[in-house]
């Protein structure tokens, strides 16, 4: 189906270990970014991204890493996970064209448990 | 002063009800607007989407932008059980390219 989709749906790791998170979309959308979610919190921007091989640092990106080597793709590595990135990540894609064709897709979620 | 406030709730409101959900922002640049609906365990849906100011209206659900009161509301007419969800307000003041401020979501339950 298309869409957007990420992988796994559940991942639960240790202290200090590495974690990637997946992010896959079929819209061929040029932006792309990751947001954590957080009870007290709301969604938070961790990293963003315009194009293949051009990202940005957003709100939260210290402890996280990402690449974006194809469009469709958009990996989130947790370098040395700590307790306190226990959350809810979300991938989103958009692609605006003009100022009425701007939306947001997010996709299910990957609920995230560092113990 | 976080960017965007917004009441967590709950708002819990009889069937059939006329909803009202506000955020208020400090951003100035702020010019795209946009409301969420998110169920439990899921990823958050696209509702409705403003330019700057004014309203815009899509079935039972009415979006209005205050620019001028750095104000945004989502209105919810004849609210359904089905309703009940937590609603995030968003924006951005770049055309996508940026990534969305969020408030912190109004848990809204309809009761049947």
């Known amino acids: 189906d298309a869409g957007i989709t990420q992988s796994p749906r559940y991942k639960i790791t240790e202290t200090g270990r590495q974690v990637t998170l997946m992010c896959h979309q079929t819209?061929?959308?040029?932006?792309m970014f990751w947001y954590r979610q957080d009870l007290g919190h709301g969604l938070r921007l961790i990293y963003y991204s315009a194009a293949a091989d051009i990202t940005d640092k957003g709100e939260v990106s210290d402890g996280y890493v990402v690449s974006r080597s194809k469009t469709e793709n958009f990996p989130l590595t947790l370098e040395s996970a700590t307790r306190s990135q226990t959350s809810v990540y979300f991938c989103a894609s958009s692609e605006p064209v003009g100022q009425e064709a701007y939306e947001q897709y997010f996709g299910p979620g990957t609920r995230l448990t560092v113990t | 002063q976080k960017e965007v406030e917004q009441d967590p709730g709950p708002l819990s409101v009889p069937e059939g009800a006329i909803v009202s959900l506000n955020c208020t922002y400090s951003n100035s640049a702020f010019q795209y607007f946009m409301w969420y609906r998110q169920y439990s365990r899921k990823g958050p849906e696209l509702l409705m989407y403003t330019y700057s100011s004014g309203n815009k209206e899509d079935g039972r659900f009415t979006a209005q932008v205050d620019k001028s009161s750095k104000y945004i509301s989502l209105f919810i007419r004849d609210s359904q059980p089905s309703d009940s969800a937590t609603y995030l307000c968003?924006?951005?003041?770049?055309?996508?390219?940026?990534?969305?401020?969020f408030g912190k979501g109004t848990h809204l339950i309809i009761q049947p």
């Open positions: 819209w061929s959308h040029s932006y």
């Open positions: 968003a924006m951005e003041s770049g055309g996508g390219a940026d990534g969305l401020t």
